[in-house]
């Protein structure tokens, strides 16, 4: 069979439209699948059996399911953000209301907000600062971490690249971490890099960066990042198979509370403490909490005062640090947790919480589309 590169545009009979081909004896090299329903059909490669989706131009080579599920994870994210880019900026109060009532039972009231979830939400579209995407910014982040307490704090950068195809892995270190700059969620943890799947891994930093991940959820301060991929050292606890991470929610400068996570790799758990770490009679349906005594970490006082320092120019940030081995290490600074779609329990924290911030004056909402 002849091999041809084939194009679909906005189809939603891909499978007839392939079929077609395959009885002309024309096999397709690859399919290039334009925003349909989410289900892109994938190929076949003639020659190892390989199940490959081509996405906008990106071609994912698949050896299992998983890697399937990311192929159409990439498309559905792709799909989304296409038909969030056709919302109007003078709709996203509205948008933003509709998913708030949906998901959280909440009646968002743009004038008075009140609940933590509406602070979020007001700040997300009448708050959106350069200073803010430049923080969101894995990358960029760390002039203005080293600039605030430091640059030894800052978890060791090995590489940062603007094409994934120009990564060297030979010059890697056995561990590290990829990860991309402008998002959630987007990270590779190599603990072994002889045994990474280097083709895979490209191609899944190339779709990650295809992506705007501030229009998933109308993040607003992710959308202007100029996005990268980089590579950090691998962080790693004696006899634990996950760092625990000390997430310290800032109002106004102050740190307030400590929520606590550990056991992401199975069965994650989350656990809220004040910032002498007495425990808090707060938490989230969705993450149950550890059952044993939490130890208070050594460094609390230090990763307080650092997290005092780091959040003095926002109204409400959340400041990550980890703490390995004696040593703090600085994780993220995060405007938005959880996009704001998020509850907690017992319900009356989370007007409680609310009642912690201090809006500043209203800004103009955000616009994508302004340079």
């Not at 080579?61 to 900026?89: G, M, R, T, V």
């Not at 709709?91 to 998901?103: L, S």
Request: include cysteine; glycine fraction near 6%.
């Amino acid at each position: 069979m002849n091999l041809v590169p084939i194009v679909i545009l906005d189809s939603s009979n891909t499978k007839s439209v392939l079929t077609n081909f395959l009885n002309r004896g024309i096999s397709p090299k690859n399919i290039i699948n334009w925003y349909t329903s989410g289900k892109t059909q994938p190929i076949v490669n003639l020659e190892n059996g390989e199940t490959v989706f081509c996405i906008n131009g990106i071609e994912i080579h698949c050896k299992d399911k998983s890697q399937e599920n990311f192929a159409k994870w990439f498309d559905s994210k792709l799909k989304l953000i296409h038909d969030n880019y056709q919302i109007a900026p003078d709709q996203y109060e509205n948008v933003i209301a509709k998913k708030v009532k949906d998901r959280l039972k909440i009646d968002m009231d743009w004038d008075n907000p009140r609940t933590i979830q509406e602070k979020i939400q007001w700040l997300n579209l009448y708050d959106a600062t350069p200073l803010k995407t430049l923080c969101a910014d894995k990358y960029r982040v760390r002039e203005y971490v080293a600039r605030k307490i430091g640059a030894k704090y800052l978890v060791p950068l090995l590489g940062f690249w603007q094409d994934p195809d120009e990564i060297d892995f030979d010059k890697l270190p056995t561990q590290f971490v990829l990860k991309t700059n402008h998002g959630s969620g987007m990270n590779i943890i190599v603990r072994d890099k002889f045994k990474l799947d280097t083709r895979f891994a490209r191609e899944k930093l190339r779709a990650w960066l295809e992506i705007n991940f501030g229009m998933i959820f109308l993040e607003f301060q992710y959308i202007k990042i100029p996005r990268l991929a980089i590579a950090e050292k691998f962080l790693e606890v004696l006899n634990e198979n996950d760092i625990p991470d000390y997430k310290i929610h800032c109002f106004n400068g102050a740190p307030r509370f400590v929520q606590y996570i550990s056991g992401r790799s199975g069965g994650m758990k989350m656990d809220y403490f004040d910032p002498t770490w007495n425990p808090v009679a707060i938490g989230r349906k969705d993450h149950p909490q550890n059952t044993d005594p939490v130890s208070k970490p050594k460094n609390l006082e230090l990763m307080i005062e650092l997290a005092r320092e780091v959040s003095s120019d926002f109204p409400y940030v959340r400041a990550d640090f980890y703490e390995i081995d004696g040593r703090v290490y600085f994780g993220e600074l995060t405007f938005t947790p959880a996009a704001g779609m998020f509850l907690y329990d017992p319900p009356e924290w989370n007007l409680r919480v609310g009642n912690m911030l201090e809006l500043p004056p209203k800004g103009r909402p955000f616009n994508p589309f302004e340079k």
